[in-house]
């Protein structure tokens, strides 16, 4: 059979366009024993793509020029040579951006659509939700007592964030790139305050206006001057769980700052790194209490869907523009 699927063209430089990507035709083999055909429904788009587009060490490998781009992916079997997987089955796995694919039993596994429709388990009960998880309980540690600061507040990972430092009972502030999405944050999601960056002028006094005790934990998904303002404003013993630097992925010069290492020292702050695939041992029970909260309402989610494969790079670059509030994914 003949199927699409969408390659690299070329890597950028600062950020993509659509002509980073090209669409082709490719005939798929027949099948082999231990084998399925899938049909994709449901494409993630994550930031981390973006620096799998360079040509640069990571934590995970560089996608290859002409070679199919890859990422988490939600599709349905439609044909299978395996003993685990009939026809109708629903699985996840981090698969080739093409329409029909063949892959191994071993690369994909079942996902439980009477528990969650399919697109959670890309967001909130998938990678993103992980990481808000890990970043919030496991670095952040949050009392009932502490001030929490999410960048990127309106996104997959920072709604969750936020959600989770509200359920732990912090007072929590949100960062966000429109009125819109600050409106979201504090009408539908619970935060307590919120900051437009693209519009306030100064974001070190907005945050010390939010925050009159400080700020006990920083939950950073972007990185820049927005970090900056947020970690001048830390408390004693002030915990930063670095998760992610999107307003630096497309920059093409070094980024320049102000030297915190004083500061940290001096407020004995600990500011860490992370990556969710850090606690993969620890997925099943996070796993667990994210759908148990999400079940009972304590976690509410939202996402942007786009609609046709031929929309997965419009999609991708629209993270870059803050096109969506919650997990953008593509509905095909
Ligand atoms: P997301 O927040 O759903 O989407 C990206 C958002 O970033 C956009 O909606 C946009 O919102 C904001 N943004 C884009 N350019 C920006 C800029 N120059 N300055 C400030 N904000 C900007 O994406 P996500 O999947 O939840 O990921 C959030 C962050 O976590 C990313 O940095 C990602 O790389 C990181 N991450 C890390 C891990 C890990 O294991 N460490 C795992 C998943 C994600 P606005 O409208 O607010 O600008």
Redesign the pocket.
């Known amino acids: 059979m003949t199927t699409e699927q969408i390659v690299l063209a070329f890597r950028p430089k600062g950020m993509p366009t659509l002509s980073n990507f090209t669409f082709e035709s490719i005939e798929l083999p027949e099948i082999q024993s231990g084998q399925v055909l899938l049909k994709g429904w449901y494409y993630s788009v994550?930031?981390?793509m973006r620096g799998r587009m360079n040509d640069a060490k990571s934590y995970s490998p560089p996608f290859q020029l002409d070679k199919p781009i890859e990422g988490g992916v939600v599709a349905i079997v439609t044909e299978s040579k395996s003993e685990l997987y009939k026809k109708g089955d629903v699985v996840l796995g981090f698969l080739p951006w093409r329409q029909d694919m063949i892959v191994s039993e071993k690369d994909i596994h079942k996902i439980d659509t009477s528990l969650a429709p399919a697109g959670y388990y890309l967001g909130i009960l998938g990678?993103?939700g992980l990481?808000a998880y890990f970043g919030i309980m496991h670095i952040g540690k949050p009392k009932a007592t502490d001030t929490v600061v999410i960048?990127?507040?309106?996104?997959?990972?920072?709604l969750v964030a936020g959600q989770i430092a509200k359920i732990q009972g912090c007072r929590v502030i949100g960062i966000?790139?429109?009125d819109e999405?600050v409106k979201v944050i504090l009408e539908e999601f619970g935060f307590d305050g919120g900051i437009n960056?693209k519009t306030e002028k100064n974001i070190q006094k907005a945050v010390a206006e939010l925050c009159p005790n400080g700020v006990d934990i920083y939950f950073d998904?972007?990185g820049?001057e927005?970090s900056d303002a947020v970690i001048s404003n830390l408390n004693f013993h002030a915990r930063v769980a670095l998760?992610?630097?999107?307003?630096l992925y497309n920059s093409t010069e070094g980024p320049v700052g102000p030297r915190i290492q004083p500061m940290l020292l001096t407020r004995s702050v600990l500011m860490q790194g992370?990556?969710?695939?850090n606690y993969q041992d620890q997925f099943p029970e996070a796993i667990k209490q994210l759908g148990q909260w999400t079940k009972s309402g304590k976690l509410r989610y939202t996402e942007t869907i786009i609609h046709g494969f031929d929309q997965l790079p419009t999609a991708l670059l629209g993270?870059?523009?803050?096109?969506?509030t919650?997990?953008?994914i593509v509905e095909v």
């Open positions: 994550d930031p981390y990678m993103p990481t960048s990127g507040a309106a996104g997959a990972v920072g966000a790139g429109s999405k960056y998904n972007v820049g927005i998760c992610g630097q999107i307003s992370f990556i969710v695939g993270l870059f523009k803050g096109k969506n919650g997990k953008m």
